[in-house]
């Protein structure tokens, strides 16, 4: 079957059977895809599933993304953030046309696949959402953002300790276009940065979780582990966020809710200075996610995923404290007893 062939195949049958009950006859199609590199998703309720399912399923994509390919998905995801979980039969559809079985549970899912992505988009299910998969010892990639609490990020962390189950999260601003350069010396050592991204705020998450993710996860890209303090300072339309690491490097972050916004950052460095402001969408990220599926070993460091959520927390308190300064080990503490009950 030529690439036309296979293109108009999957058209026809996912336009003859859109419910669940015919969607194993598209999910046959890809009975061809190699043991051990079927993917299944959790959380049809975020255009980054449909995204994911494109790029992966894409019949040129075989080299590129090492063969894997999206096979089956649930589709439940948020019970609360209403806009999104009201998507989720769009999305359904979407990824219905390229081939994936809609199934009935998580359970009936993990039958079917060799790695999972959790793309539902709200961070309280995930713990919920991603126990199971640990349990069947399946490697995890847990999208943005990885819990809606530092402790529930704990849990999600000793889960995979327990059952030795490779986990990986990253928001895709994470391998925004020069960052690796910067990693390489390109600027020499890193002295310090600014960092910037939309923070739209959502109810159900503490207000950087939700979105200034992005822009945070590109402040430790640059600067690395070893955050101690940070002092927040809010408004309606803005965020900024300083933190101070044990070297005494200063990182800050600027949340942007009003005005143009974009993605990027100011890098400080001791032989220069360097401005990342391309993005250039998820592939980059999915090429990592692929490749960690393959070797088992994430690219980021369960710690740094961790530290990460410790920054967003302790700025969440400072807001609440009045912008004053908190120091990162005592969110991690409270969030440590928070996870062992």
């Not at 961070?123 to 991603?130: D, R």
């Not at 088992?296 to 530290?307: A, C, K, N, R």
């Not at 969110?331 to 007893?337: I, N």
Request: net charge neutral.
């Amino acid at each position: 079957m030529n690439n036309r062939d296979r293109r108009d195949f999957i058209k026809k049958t996912a336009i003859a059977g859109l419910g669940v009950g015919l969607a194993g006859n598209v999910s046959a199609f890809y009975k061809q895809t190699k043991k051990g590199k079927r993917v299944g998703i959790i959380g049809l309720d975020t255009g980054h599933s449909v995204a994911f399912t494109k790029s992966l399923n894409d019949p040129q994509a075989d080299d590129k993304y090492n063969g894997y390919k999206v096979v089956a998905a649930y589709p439940k995801g948020t019970d609360n953030i209403t806009d999104w979980k009201n998507r989720i039969p769009e999305f359904t559809k979407e990824v219905q046309k390229h081939g994936v079985e809609i199934v009935s549970s998580i359970k009936v899912m993990l039958e079917k696949v060799d790695v999972v992505l959790l793309t539902c988009i709200d961070g309280n299910k995930h713990f919920e959402q991603a126990l199971p998969v640990l349990k069947a010892g399946k490697p995890l990639f847990i999208d943005k953002p990885f819990a809606a609490s530092l402790s529930d990020a704990y849990k999600i962390m000793e889960a995979a300790e327990q059952y030795n189950v490779p986990i990986f999260s990253s928001s895709s601003l994470r391998y925004i276009e020069g960052a690796k350069e910067i990693a390489d010396g390109e600027i020499g050592d890193v002295v310090g940065a600014e960092a910037f991204s939309p923070a739209k705020i959502e109810e159900h998450h503490p207000d950087l979780f939700w979105y200034g993710i992005h822009g945070i996860e590109i402040l430790f890209t640059i600067m690395g582990t070893g955050c101690k303090s940070v002092k927040r300072t809010f408004t309606d339309d803005t965020d900024v966020v300083v933190g101070v690491w044990k070297d005494d490097r200063i990182g800050t972050y600027r949340g942007i809710r009003k005005g143009k916004d974009g993605y990027g950052a100011t890098v400080f460095g001791e032989k220069g200075i360097k401005v990342l402001d391309n993005y250039k969408g998820y592939n980059p990220l999915l090429i990592k996610i692929t490749e960690f599926f393959d070797t088992g070993v994430s690219p980021v460091s369960i710690d740094e995923t961790l530290e990460i959520f410790a920054f967003m927390q302790a700025a969440e308190e400072s807001k609440l404290k009045g912008g004053i300064s908190i120091d990162i080990d005592s969110v991690v503490q409270k969030a440590k007893t928070n996870s062992n009950k």
